[in-house]
C-alpha cells in the first residue's frame, strides 16, 4: 500500500507549489488542482486520502466543493487553507465538516503537523471495533489492554496508537517513519529516534511473542501485525 495521497485545491501558484514541494518531501504522495472546477472534479472523483483545500477559488468555491463532497463523499478529511481575516468563514467550512484549518501565512512544519493529526484521526475512526482478536490475543484498543491466557497486560496511550495504526493497515509492513509521522506526530526527518522500536519491543513482551511471530520485523521494510486469528 503507497503512502496517503494528498489533493491540494489551491489557486496562487507559489503557495500551491510551496504545499506540494513540502508534502512531497515529507513522503506523501500528491496531486493538485489549480481552480474551483478542476478541483472539485478532482475532488469526487479521484482517490485521495486528504483534500487541502483553499475558500477562495475561480469557478467553484471551496464552500461549494464541500457541499458537493457532504452529498457524494461524507466523511472525507479535509483541512482547509484560510487567509488570515477569513475567521466566520473558517468556522462555516469546519460546520461543513472540515475537520481543520490552517491559516495562511503557515510554515511547512506547522501544515505537516496539522495534516499528520488530521489522517491520524482519519485512521482511528476507520471503522475499526474495540476489540480484535490476533494468534489468540485479544486486543482492546478502547480498555487499553491484551489479554493472553487470562492475564491483563496494560498498554500506554502511544501503545494503543501503535497497535491502532497497525491493524488499520494489515498486510504491509509500516516503516519507522510512518509511525513516527501518524502516530507521534513528528517529522522523521527532522529528528533521530530509537522510540518506536522501544514501543515495539514492549508490546512484544505484552503480547508473549518471544519469536517475533505476531508483531512480526519485515527487515529493511517496517513492522507488520500477523493476520487475526
Do not use: C
Not at 506523501?28 to 472534479?41: F, Q
Not at 507521534?184 to 512484544?204: F, K
Request: net charge neutral; aromatic share 4%; proline share 3%.
Amino acid at each position: 500500500m503507497p503512502a496517503p495521497t494528498i489533493l491540494v485545491v489551491e489557486d496562487d501558484a507559489a503557495v500551491r507549489r510551496g504545499v506540494v514541494d513540502a508534502l512531497t518531501f515529507a513522503g506523501y504522495e500528491v496531486l493538485s488542482a489549480a481552480d474551483g472546477r478542476e478541483g472539485k472534479e478532482a475532488a469526487l472523483t479521484a482517490r485521495y486520502d486528504l483534500l487541502l483545500l483553499d475558500l477562495i477559488l475561480p469557478h467553484f468555491t471551496g464552500f461549494e466543493i464541500l457541499e458537493a463532497l457532504q452529498k457524494e463523499r461524507a466523511g472525507q478529511a479535509v483541512i482547509i487553507l484560510s487567509a488570515k481575516g477569513e475567521e466566520n468563514d473558517r468556522v462555516k467550512g469546519l460546520k461543513m465538516g472540515a475537520d481543520d484549518y490552517v491559516v495562511k501565512p503557515f510554515s511547512a512544519r506547522e501544515l505537516l503537523a496539522r495534516v499528520d493529526a488530521v489522517l491520524r484521526r482519519t485512521t482511528e475512526r476507520q471503522g475499526l471495533g474495540e476489540k480484535h482478536e490476533v494468534a489468540g490475543r485479544t486486543i482492546d484498543l478502547t480498555g487499553a489492554e491484551i489479554v493472553y491466557e487470562g492475564v491483563r497486560q496494560e498498554l500506554s496511550e502511544r501503545e494503543v496508537g501503535v497497535l491502532r495504526y497497525l491493524i488499520a493497515n494489515p498486510k504491509r509492513p509500516i516503516p519507522r517513519e510512518e509511525l513516527l509521522r501518524h502516530v507521534w506526530g513528528i517529522d522523521p526527518n527532522r529528528i533521530e529516534t530509537r522510540t518506536v522500536d522501544m514501543h515495539i519491543a514492549h508490546i512484544r513482551k505484552k503480547l508473549g511473542d518471544q519469536d517475533q511471530g505476531i508483531l512480526e520485523t519485515v527487515r529493511g521494510r517496517g513492522y507488520r501485525l500477523a493476520s487475526k486469528s
